[in-house]
């Protein structure tokens, strides 16, 4: 497992690009036959992949936890952005096709990734935070997310959310977890943008088309920089920074949030014309 850390409020201002995209840029996941892990020091956030090929990966509770096993004191969310796969949890099989989400919660001690076909194999993004309580392992397929419909086109952010660990869906201690697809022709993510002082946030980018690319903004409203994100990259955000993005193309991308608290809507919008 790697450890990564963000920079501080101040360092980032008078970054290069170079020392941004180390500090807040995620792009070496997802390494076909792997698993990586990735642990942050954003709300404890560890971030990671499993690309199963020829034989299954198990999740290894790596040396920075002390652990057990990972789960020990962690739950751990995870979406397919591959082909069809199955995570084992303790001898119960989860069939996992594209899009699809398990909740896996403190407790769990045998956790594996595994693909149908390991020529086309599944893609598991991974995202876990610490938890304080048992909360059961449960599989969303794209159905069971609760859908919202946001922006418009002549905004050019129309955009579909769904949510499946949150308040009201998928109960867990602090994860809330989901992903937003672009509509055909929209491009803006998150806009307005906002800021959440109780909840740092992890976006991974996916679906980008060929040749393209996402901007994605970070930083204080009035300090925003730009980060160029391509398939699988993944932006870390801390609580003090917007977070949103403009492709140029549609795209879609896994959101997940950790800390103090779970309210989806607890954000602190900022107007448009006063970013800088
Ligand atoms: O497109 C959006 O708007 C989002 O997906 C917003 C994220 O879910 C988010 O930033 C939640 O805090
Ligand atoms: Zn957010």
Not at 19 to 42: H, I, K, P
């Amino acid at each position: 497992m790697n450890n990564h850390r963000t920079s501080s409020v101040e360092t980032y201002q008078n970054f290069c690009t170079e020392d941004l995209r180390d500090s807040y840029v995620l792009d070496y996941l997802f390494t076909a036959g792997e698993l990586q892990l990735t642990y942050t020091d954003l709300d404890r956030a560890i971030v990671g992949s499993a690309v199963p090929t020829d034989s299954a990966l198990p999740l290894p509770a790596g040396d920075q936890l002390r652990a057990d096993f990972f789960c020990q004191r962690r739950e751990l969310g995870v979406i397919n952005l591959g082909a069809a796969g199955t995570i084992t949890v303790d001898g119960t099989s989860y069939p996992m096709a594209n899009r699809e989400c398990l909740y896996i919660g403190r407790g769990s001690q045998e956790v594996s990734f595994a693909s149908d076909d390991a020529s086309s194999p599944a893609q598991f993004y991974l995202l876990s935070y610490p938890a304080h309580a048992d909360y059961p392992t449960t599989h969303a397929k794209i159905e069971d997310a609760n859908k919202l419909e946001l922006g418009s086109q002549a905004d050019a952010n129309e955009r579909h959310l769904y949510q499946y660990i949150h308040e009201n869906g998928i109960r867990s201690c602090q994860l809330v977890m989901g992903f937003t697809v672009l509509q055909n022709g929209s491009v803006w993510n998150t806009m307005p943008p906002h800021t959440h002082d109780r909840r740092s946030e992890v976006y991974c980018y996916f679906d980008i088309a060929e040749g393209h690319q996402v901007a994605h903004f970070m930083g204080e409203p009035q300090e925003t920089r730009v980060l160029w994100m391509q398939e699988k990259h993944v932006a870390l955000s801390p609580s003090w920074s917007i977070h949103c993005g403009a492709g140029t193309n549609s795209y879609a991308f896994v959101w997940g949030m950790g800390g103090e608290n779970q309210r989806f809507d607890d954000m602190d919008g900022f107007p448009i014309t006063e970013l800088r």
